[in-house]
């Protein structure tokens, strides 16, 4: 299914020329992603690239145990797979949805061909891939030296900051795994601020 709206419904579509949006627009599906749905599992080959619209994601570290933490989130700021254009075919993080919406979906062969123009989409998934970096580096600074009650205050905020709305619907297990604790270290699931 396809949209007309799409293009603003994610800020790096909304930069895109006008040749460079006709050239990609046709073919973005627009998919439904349900809560907790894992988008990549680590070692994956990203066979798609996502632009949130109105989801959030997570990028999640695993763990040789199997635990997890969270290093990045995402909402319509960005895109899902930028190990595709970074040289990589894998990605080496878990994707994991939270908040249970709608995001477009790209063959990943047709971003790859217009990251290799090296023009100003290229350009713009760098500058997008550097800031996706910073935050990673702010999330493993707050991972080592805040407390879990203060990660989880960051987490909440980052995360309402990117929802239309002031509630926060959400599981425990959910948000465990992407602090990186256990079940019993999380408060309530459902917040509002």
């Known amino acids: 299914m396809q949209h007309e709206h799409h293009r603003n419904g994610n800020h790096l579509h909304a930069v895109f020329s006008d040749a460079e949006w006709a050239r990609i627009a ?14 990549y599992e680590s070692g994956d080959r990203l066979t798609h690239v996502y632009f949130p619209a109105t989801s959030i994601v997570s990028l999640l570290y695993v763990m040789e145990d199997g635990a997890s933490a969270e290093i990045a989130m995402l909402r319509n700021e960005g895109l899902i797979g930028i190990a595709l254009f970074m040289g990589g075919e894998t990605t080496p993080s878990r994707t994991v949805e939270q908040s249970a919406e709608l995001a477009y979906q790209l063959d990943a062969r047709l971003l790859k061909e217009e990251f290799r123009g090296a023009g100003p989409v290229q350009r713009l998934l760098l500058r997008y891939t550097q800031a996706l970096i ?24 980052l995360s309402l900051d990117r929802l239309p709305s002031n509630e926060l619907k959400m599981t425990q297990d959910l948000i465990a795994n992407l602090l990186g604790v256990r079940r019993p270290g999380v408060t309530e ?5």
């Not at 046709?26 to 988008?39: A, E, F």
């Not at 699931?189 to 601020?193: G, S």
Request: net charge positive; hydrophobic share 45%; proline share 5%.
């Open 26 to 39: 046709p073919h973005l599906v627009s998919v439904d992603m349900p809560l907790g749905q894992v988008v």
């Open 189 to 193: 699931a459902a917040m509002k601020r």
């Open 134 to 157: 910073t935050q990673m580096a702010q999330t493993a600074v707050c991972n080592r030296h805040h407390s879990i009650d203060q990660q989880l205050c960051r987490w909440l905020l």
